[in-house]
């Protein structure tokens, strides 16, 4: 569970990249042990929801978030199904100047010139009830940019999806994890709800709704692990 400093209790959130056949480990897991792990959380008797979906104040155990960060063109092709078979969502975070194109804010081989959805795919999960949250405009730095820069980039970005959606944009992620004080207030500013970060959950530790903790799942995780988190969250942890 996630405790905020404003003393919501929120679901576990996870948080992944992509989900691809021959994915490289680091940046994303296979489909079929994607579905291994959706099964599982079905099994313990979980639902997958979007972070927009989280009711802040109950603390439901039998709720984890499911995230995924630079909307990837295999997060509609092999994510979304498997979600859809187990009855669950999940948020996307999107790069809204990006869409359509590829991942080209990285030179990293592993991570850059990856296709990413386009609007049709994101108006399309949208419509199957998906979350589309806001991962900026074009994945910079937050925490190096001018403070007129990072406005553009977190306001621009929710007007951007707010325009292609016809709904409100609730939700940021704040790229490469990177944030600083002036971009967490500017993302309150700018009226998403909340925001997350690739903080680490901890047991005991409070965090503000515009830097929520998650636990990254990637294709080095072994199944056992997974199974171990979920047991535990399910346990209240
Ligand atoms: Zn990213």
New binding site residues.
Partial sequence: MIRTVDGDLLPPILYY?RVAPGVHPGVGVEPSEFSRQMSLLKRLGYEGISLRDVKGENGDRKTVVITF??GYLDNFQHAGPILQENGFRATI?C?SKKTGGLSDWTTDPVWSGLPLMDKGHLRELHRLGFEIGS?SRT?PDLSRLPVSEAREEIEGSRRDLEDLLGTSVETF?Y??GAFSEAAIELVRGAGYRYARSVLRMKWGARYKRHLLPCRSVSGKMPFIRFAGYSLLYRAGF
Wanted: charge should be negative; include cysteine; charged fraction near 20%.
């Fill in positions: 990249h960060d630079d975070f790069v991962h994945h992620c790229p490469y």
